[in-house]
């Protein structure tokens, strides 16, 4: 309508509504990606959500900005403060009743500047023994008066927000009924009595001095223990001397009536209820300015606030999640932005989890089934990828690649790499040129949809044991990426193309062990010593007899050649240069395997003398392969070996 007028701005109302939703599947392969490249898969998990999927927005950079705000509560200002305010008036209350004093002329005047000459240096006890003074000059008295009345509205004022107007009216009354109340209510909650009405009952009659309304008799509990909290964390904060002069302050403030009691069991209480709290943890804060006793605690309750909330946002402990932290607290410190910025997290998080993604075990979180599939596909694409321009993809969906001709053929696909059916492909060629109108008779042009390509036997099985090495040498020469990537990828080919065979993957440093896809994953390099291919070779062997009918394959990746062996009790021996009798019971379980039929290639990273001369010798006993890839062409290598010596050797 003419003369509105619209006015556009920043979206201030919480999450952006037009801001698009994370892409879980991006994320799980940023995560992969850095699998693949031989980080740790738990580091990989853990810095998705630390660092935030895009923007840097993560938990780190929150617990920058409560850290950041921490240092400055700290530079805030001096904690003693109330000692120096009432050191302050004091010495204003003394000049003015000396000024009043010096009018007149008679002896009391000149005993009275005599006694107060003689008061001792400590606040307290000046404030002490003026409490019966005759003050001659009524500045001075209002002023003394305001040092304890001050004192008392702030000590109680801290502890209820809701107290300041009563206390500013010097009627205490109300005050010490609804202390009285709150006692008996947090005493009947802590003997874990129903507190449901009786809570009900006390906001009813006391609800003005808790304008943060609590909803239940915890959140109460909570609010009052932070402060009582930060109260105690006050006085831990001081030296010994600041401490006993705010003490002796305080008690002559709250005076000998009930409040001081009151008070002292409304604390006890508290900290029984919540003894989690940090009640006795002292700081050493500094700034230019001296803060009041309500200042000083708020400023020690902002830094107790920070550093539960640091905590929280640190994630450290087994089994924590983002529901662990407390969004209320992070926008109550940090803003609505931040608290945003958890949400989405959050939702991330949660979306890792519905959707399949990851999974918690009690060290967290952790890639799932799926998410490992995903992650051998992207292993398995990158390692063809590579492939693509020199063999194609080996997708072997026929019912052979090798062996005898059965006397079938079939289309030809792209990624196939068995021998074509010549006189086919000539035919399909011929017969198209026919059907065309203007076909001449010669020169017959071969087109892509003319080949076929002859089908043969395939072996219906292999059993095929990929034995990785898991020495630190691996990690320290960048290959350890390379190798997780290729047995992730064999992994994936032999469940999808291949799912009729046995793949067992088979990681040694010390000592051997068998891993599954998902152990593949996650597991770290360690800094123990030994490259113990026996111990490999024998639980190879193993799993190549519960395959009797499988053609047998063992394919080595290994940068060193063998220093660990097993004895006779299962224990590892370890020693470099390589005991003799360390080579010979390698050696044995080589030629086992060869008894059994198995072939065995071997892939050798690196320029090790004494690894390529051993190598060379059992791929001599055994018959087979021996191969010397970069770490980057890993991968291309055992996936083309695999394929190919799976085809069979024998025939049974």
């Not at 927005?57 to 000692?83: I, Q």
């Not at 005991?579 to 390698?586: F, N, Y």
């Amino acid at each position: 309508m003419p003369g509105n007028v619209f006015r556009y701005g920043a979206w201030r109302d919480g999450p952006d509504p037009l801001a698009p939703p994370y892409d879980v599947r991006a994320a799980v392969d940023a995560m992969g990606e850095r699998v693949l490249r031989g980080d740790s898969l738990r580091d990989a998990l853990r810095d998705l959500i630390r660092r935030g999927p895009r923007d840097g927005r993560g938990l780190d950079s929150l617990m920058d900005r409560a850290r950041r705000l921490r240092r400055e509560a700290l530079r805030r200002g001096n904690l003693d403060g109330a000692v120096t305010r009432a050191r302050q008036m004091l010495d204003q209350a003394l000049a003015a009743e000396r000024d009043a004093l010096a009018a007149r002329q008679d002896d009391d005047a000149r005993f009275n500047e005599a006694m107060l000459d003689s008061l001792p240096a400590s606040v307290s006890q000046a404030v002490s023994e003026l409490s019966g003074y005759d003050w001659t000059s009524d500045d001075a008295r209002q002023i003394y008066q305001q040092i304890l009345a001050g004192l008392r509205q702030e000590v109680v004022a801290q502890r209820f927000a809701g107290m300041k107007q009563a206390l500013q009216e010097g009627d205490l009354s109300d005050v010490s009924a609804m202390l009285d109340d709150l006692n008996d209510l947090l005493g009947r909650h802590a003997r874990g009595e129903d507190t449901t009405d009786a809570f009900r009952d006390f906001m009813e009659r006391h609800g003005r001095f808790f304008p943060d309304n609590p909803r239940d008799v915890d959140e109460l509990i909570d609010s009052l223990a932070r402060q009582a909290a930060a109260a105690e964390r006050l006085m831990r904060s001081l030296s010994p001397q600041q401490r006993e002069e705010l003490e002796q302050l305080m008690r002559q403030a709250l005076g000998d009536g009930p409040l001081r009691g009151q008070l002292a069991q409304l604390t006890d209480n508290l900290r029984t209820l919540r003894p989690n709290l940090n009640w006795g943890r002292g700081e050493r804060m500094r700034g230019p300015g001296d803060l009041g006793y309500g200042d000083a605690a708020s400023a020690l309750g902002e830094i107790a606030d920070l550093d539960e909330l640091i905590e929280q946002l640190g994630q450290d402990h087994p089994g924590a999640t983002l529901d662990d932290v407390d969004v209320e607290a992070v926008e109550r410190q940090l803003g609505r932005g931040a608290a945003d910025d958890l949400r989405r997290l959050r939702e991330l998080e949660r979306e890792l989890r519905r959707q399949g993604w990851v999974q918690r075990d009690a060290d967290g979180l952790t890639l799932s089934p799926k998410a490992l599939r995903r992650l051998g596909q992207t292993a398995l694409s990158a390692i063809f990828s590579d492939i693509a321009g020199r063999r194609g993809e080996h997708d072997m969906r026929d019912a052979g690649a090798a062996g005898d001709l059965i006397g079938s053929s079939r289309r030809w696909e792209f990624g196939d790499d068995q021998p074509l059916d010549v006189v086919r492909t000539i035919g399909n060629a011929v017969r198209r040129r026919a059907a065309s109108a203007s076909a001449a008779t010669l020169p017959v042009r071969l087109e892509p949809e003319d080949f076929e390509i002859a089908e043969t036997e395939r072996r219906a099985s292999a059993a095929v044991a990929l034995c990785v090495d898991l020495s630190y040498s691996m990690y320290a020469d960048g290959r350890w990426g390379p190798m997780k990537q290729t047995a992730l990828a064999l992994s994936h080919l032999v469940a999808t193309r291949f799912p009729q065979d046995a793949l067992q993957i088979v990681g040694f440093g010390r000592y051997a062990q068998t891993l599954s896809q998902g152990e593949l994953a996650a597991i770290e390099p360690t800094i123990e010593k030994g490259t113990n291919l026996q111990h490999a070779l024998k639980i190879a062997g193993r799993h190549l007899r519960r395959h009797p009918g499988a053609e047998p394959v063992v394919l080595v990746v290994t940068d060193g050649e063998p220093t660990a062996h097993l004895e006779e009790d299962g224990e590892a021996v370890f020693w470099w240069p390589p005991l003799a009798e360390t080579v010979q019971a390698t050696v044995r379980e080589v030629d086992q395997l060869t008894r059994y039929g198995a072939t065995l290639n071997v892939f050798m990273l690196g320029e090790d003398d004494g690894l390529r001369r051993f190598v060379g010798a059992i791929a001599q006993r055994n018959g087979g392969r021996v191969f010397s890839p970069d770490a980057a062409d890993l991968g291309r290598y055992v996936i083309d070996d695999y394929v190919r010596a799976r085809r069979g050797r024998h025939s049974h």
